[in-house]
């Protein structure tokens, strides 16, 4: 069974800083997806930004970015000039390719200071 | 935002009693799904639907039962209520498996068995 593992609980930074969530599964498949989902205090997730396993090239979107390191089994977003409204908890996930579960994370709880 | 709603929203029932939650989508998407989501624990997969009349189990599917009658409403059923039941549930949509597609997540009912 697939397995994410997110090993900061809780993180802060402040404010216009970079910040680095990190995260590594375990699977033996080859073709599988990432993807990051943002929680803010509304409860509602939201996705931050997905990764295709067979690309090589890291997934950006906008202030947003993943270094994923297939081989070590490793999937970090990092977070630029940090805004007050990315305070949320981050999960990471996992999708086998063509199955329809996704795994999460046990999330990091984001604080960003003013 | 993708159209899905909960039903109801907050929930207080007692242990012993039946519970049903309700997900509804507008977005004709074939597979939904229902999570719990636990401090510690991130997501979990309760069970989910590839179409109507079509559900299988996910990794926490213990206690609970679910039913889609039609391709908009996927129902959570909880026989018999547990104070270990206690959490908030989330239901997701996605259109298709075979693909990076993300799952769309609804408000997300808050239930607590007292």
């Known amino acids: 069974a697939q397995t994410v593992t997110q090993s900061q609980p809780e993180m802060s930074v402040q404010e216009a800083e970079t910040v680095t969530l990190s995260c590594t599964y375990d699977?033996?498949?080859?073709?599988?997806?990432l993807f990051w989902y943002k929680q803010p205090p509304s409860r509602q997730m939201i996705l931050v930004i997905r990764?295709?396993?067979?690309?090589?090239q890291n997934a950006t979107e906008n202030r947003f970015s993943v270094n994923f390191q297939k081989a070590a089994k490793s999937f970090s977003l990092k977070i630029s000039d940090s805004q007050l409204g990315d305070t949320a908890m981050y999960f990471c996930?996992?999708?086998?390719?063509?199955?329809?579960?996704?795994?999460f994370g046990t999330g990091t709880r984001l604080t960003i200071i003013p | 935002d993708a159209g899905i709603t909960q039903s109801p929203r907050h929930k207080v029932t007692e242990t012993g009693t039946p519970v049903t939650l309700r997900c509804h989508q507008t977005?004709?998407?074939?597979?939904m799904y229902w999570y719990r989501q636990d401090p510690g624990h991130g997501l979990r997969l309760i069970h989910y639907?590839?179409?109507?009349?079509?559900?299988d189990k996910g990794e926490v599917s213990d206690g609970y039962s679910v039913s889609r009658s039609k391709t908009e409403d996927f129902l959570l059923t909880l026989e018999s209520a547990t104070s270990s039941q206690t959490s908030v549930y989330f239901c997701?949509?996605?259109?298709?498996?075979?693909?990076?597609?993300?799952?769309?997540f609804g408000p997300g009912t808050r239930l607590t068995v007292t």
């Open positions: 997701a949509i996605s259109e298709n498996s075979a693909s990076p597609d993300e799952q769309y």
């Open positions: 990764q295709e396993a067979y690309k090589q």
């Open positions: 699977t033996s498949e080859n073709n599988y997806y």
């Open positions: 639907s590839y179409g109507v009349k079509d559900t």
């Open positions: 977005e004709n998407h074939r597979y």
């Open positions: 996930a996992f999708r086998d390719f063509g199955n329809e579960k996704l795994t």
